[in-house]
């Protein structure tokens, strides 16, 4: 659609593929901390999204039509959230964290494929359960005074939460806009620049998001944080 602007396809594809890139210092301070089934889905979610906007820029089929790159992408995106917002739990239980991030990745599966292109009621109940608590956690952490709620307060890098916060609310705000766009009153173009920079803001964000906690199931990562 970009094209029909004059935008070059060269230009197009290195800014919807270039800002996916943005995820990967997330990816590689996860891997650091070795978070295996996180950085699976890190890895997935980079693949298919890079894959999408490849097959959606040069309009063809790279392995899988570009509409099952765009299905695998949202799945492993909403995926990598939930993961997200566990970590931000602080949980020290293993098997916790791991019943978590396995019924994450099915449920959102299915709930992809239950709720298809039309709406996505099934997996906003989802995305709103996994991220109310840790929410709710960042919010208590900040206040001057406690909310009436009893919350374990965890050491979260305060420094860092404002510009995690930040990139979050402006990609969101962009999403948001976008979806709303009328294109009859103007170009594509301005759209589909708009969710490049929501992209790249996501990334940003996410890499702040993982580093305001430390990994509470693995002494040597808390001691280093403290």
Not at 32 to 52: A, D, K, P, W
């Amino acid at each position: 659609m970009i094209r029909h602007y004059g935008i070059p396809k060269v230009f197009d594809f290195i800014i919807s593929v270039g800002t996916e890139l943005s995820f990967l210092p997330s990816l590689k301070l996860i891997y650091s901390r070795r978070r295996h089934f996180e950085c699976f889905i890190g890895v997935f979610h980079l693949l298919s999204s890079v894959m999408f906007s490849s097959c959606k820029t040069l309009m063809r089929p790279i392995v899988l039509q570009s509409i099952q790159w765009h299905l695998l992408s949202d799945v492993m995106t909403e995926t990598y959230l939930c993961l997200l917002c566990i970590h931000l739990l602080g949980l020290k239980n293993e098997d916790k964290m791991m019943a978590l991030r396995y019924f994450a990745f099915a449920s959102l599966f299915i709930a992809k494929l239950a709720d298809g292109w039309d709406n996505m009621r099934m997996q906003t109940l989802i995305l709103v359960a996994y991220s109310c608590m840790p929410v709710l956690h960042i919010i208590d952490s900040l206040a001057k005074h406690r909310l009436p709620i009893k919350l374990k307060r965890l050491p979260y890098n305060k420094v860092a939460i404002k510009p995690a916060a930040g990139c979050i609310v402006a990609g969101v705000t962009i999403f948001i806009f976008c979806g709303r766009y009328d294109s009859k009153k103007g170009p594509i173009v301005l759209c589909e620049m708009l969710l490049s920079l929501a992209h790249l803001l996501f990334g940003i964000g996410s890499f702040f998001l993982w580093k305001i906690l430390p990994c509470f199931d693995k002494s040597e990562e808390l001691a280093m944080f403290k």
